[in-house]
């Protein structure tokens, strides 16, 4: 085994990780087409590459459209509304204001709307700074076509992208209000936190009950949350985290966790929660990913 190859893929994992992840919205499927690449890496002649961060780039990104064209077909299929994996991050990635937005819940959302193309070529421009004839090798097409697909990628996701965020202080002060709220079942207080149209979206899998459409409006996403819990007769009790860059919240029943919750604050309220409690989504609720090496 090569040991130059070796450390670059290593340097280099994070940057190759987001990517996947970007493309995907899976960190299973990510650390799969990590595996992948890894596996197709070491069968090359590094003699016969002249950039090895792009190239290795080139391939995730292949392994990567792959495999999104064989999930988006299941994803049809899924049981209620889809929600990307969440990411508890690391204090660097929310410090980046770029790669903070880039890998909000919220974008990852509107990024399910592009086609498989679309979407890797909008996350290698618009996310990694990639240039086209780099974008146009990894996806197969001309530079002149990548251009144009950039082009309406980027007026699809600008029309669809949740709001500018607060600044990650407000939104702070913003999500701690709103966990104060739900852990002593304050309505009024939830109320307050929450902007008017607030929208709550669960994501049970089939496999945990969650509700099957959006809820939109604060009145009827209070009433959802705190009769949920009132019905069932539980404690719930909150950790705040970092979730994709943002202020988040780990959520415990009786003791045992039962989600994560990414948070969308605009101006001083919460007006998106993106609750997963799929447990397929959880199983990195312990691991803190760390910022992106660009």
């Known amino acids: 085994m090569n040991p130059v190859a070796t450390e670059t893929f290593v340097s280099l994992r994070n ?67 889809w929600l990307p994996e969440p990411l508890l991050t690391t204090p660097d990635v929310a410090e980046d204001f770029e790669l903070a937005e880039n890998l909000s819940i919220g974008l990852m959302l509107v990024l399910e709307t592009l086609s498989p193309t679309e979407r890797a070529v909008f996350v290698l421009r618009e996310a990694f700074d990639v240039d086209y004839d780099e974008i146009a090798a990894a996806v197969g097409k001309t530079p002149a076509a990548v251009r144009q697909i950039a082009h309406r990628a980027r007026r699809h996701v600008d029309a669809r992208r949740p709001r500018t965020s607060a600044s990650q202080r407000t939104a702070q002060a913003a999500v701690a209000a709103f966990q104060r709220a739900l852990e002593t079942q304050d309505m009024q207080g939830l109320m307050d936190v929450l902007a008017p149209q607030a929208v709550l979206i669960g994501d049970g899998g089939g496999v945990r009950r969650a509700g099957l459409r959006p809820i939109s409006g604060a009145e009827r996403v209070v009433r959802y949350v705190l009769g949920g819990i009132r019905k069932a007769g539980v404690e719930v009790t909150t950790e705040l985290t970092d979730v994709n860059g943002h202020p988040g919240l780990l959520v415990r029943v009786d003791g045992v966790l039962d989600g994560i919750m990414a948070l969308h604050v605009e101006g001083e309220r919460v007006a998106g929660m993106y609750y997963v409690l799929n447990p397929e989504k959880l199983t990195r609720a312990g691991v803190e990913t760390a910022a992106v090496a660009r």
């Open 15 to 81: 940057l190759l990780f987001t990517v996947a992840y970007e493309v995907l919205g899976s960190a299973a499927d990510a650390e799969d087409v990590l595996q992948e690449t890894w596996l197709r890496w070491v069968e090359v002649d590094l003699d016969q590459v002249q950039d090895q961060r792009a190239y290795l780039i080139r391939i995730t990104t292949r392994q990567a459209l792959n495999r999104l064209r064989t999930v988006k077909r299941r994803r049809e299929a899924y049981v209620g509304t």
